[in-house]
């Protein structure tokens, strides 16, 4: 590979990387207000992201960030749970940034866990992507399988959001979150691979040794569903922020 197909890596000390990750944002924002418009932000949830939640929030309490003019998409949300659910997707943004910070309610989207009509829910969230113009930067975290969302292994290029089945080895890592694997959902509504792609820009963010071994495939392996990560390889604009030991 030449330098330009390259994919960007950072590697650095976790803090470091979360905050050179809140510049990211800050100046999403900051340029998208001095144009008068929204700023498109795709979340993720889970463990690795909580220190960059934490950091927005402090610049929000010390520094004056607003998040007026913030728009966010987040990636996915376990069937079943409604969104006022303790292990819902919705709580867990509620709690770490948004009922922290000053973005309008109104404007944080997340795919419903609790829907009527699987296909409708589906639709309406790519449609609301869309109607605000698409994502501007997307977040995002990987699982141990490879996953990007919830998009587990078997899941192709062209996916879009729709209802999935989680992998044994996620509801293993969701376990103790839930008091037991019992208790974790068995399915998802969740961006596709082919959503995810649309971002203009694409930040992953991997922290621990857990992650290493999947995240070398997801970078030098071959691009396949196998390993849902490998579909950012074709995307020009993906950074990859990494701490020592998910680097290797
Ligand atoms: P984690 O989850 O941040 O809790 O490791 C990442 C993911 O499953 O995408």
Do not use: C
Not at 82 to 103: C, I, N, R, T, W
């Amino acid at each position: 590979m030449d330098n330009f197909t390259k994919p960007k890596v950072l590697v650095g000390k976790k803090a470091d990387l979360m905050s050179r990750l809140a510049d990211e944002v800050e100046m999403g924002i900051r340029m998208r207000a001095a144009e008068n418009r929204g700023f498109v932000l795709g979340l993720a949830t889970g463990s690795t992201p909580i220190p960059l939640y934490q950091e927005l929030v402090r610049r929000h309490r010390e520094e004056g960030l607003s998040f007026q003019n913030v728009i966010t998409f987040n990636l996915d949300e376990y069937e079943g749970l409604a969104p006022d659910h303790p292990k819902s997707y919705h709580a867990y943004m509620e709690k770490h940034l948004f009922g922290q910070v000053d973005v309008r309610p109104e404007r944080t989207f997340l795919p419903l866990g609790n829907y009527e009509d699987e296909s409708r829910a589906a639709q309406y969230y790519e449609a609301k992507i869309r109607e605000f113009g698409g994502i501007d930067l997307q977040i995002l975290g990987i699982g141990r399988d490879g996953h990007i969302g919830f998009n587990e292994p078997g899941s192709g290029r062209e996916t879009r959001t729709r209802r999935v089945a989680l992998a044994e080895v996620t509801r293993e890592d969701a376990a103790s979150g839930f008091g037991g694997i019992e208790n974790v959902p068995t399915h998802a509504m969740t961006m596709g691979v082919a959503t995810i792609l649309e971002a203009r820009r694409i930040i992953l963010i991997a922290t621990g040794e857990g992650k290493r071994e999947v995240v070398q495939e997801a970078i030098n392996g071959m691009v396949n569903s196998a390993v849902p990560a490998t579909f950012l390889q074709d995307h020009s604009n993906t950074a990859w922020y990494l701490d020592a030991a998910a680097a290797g």
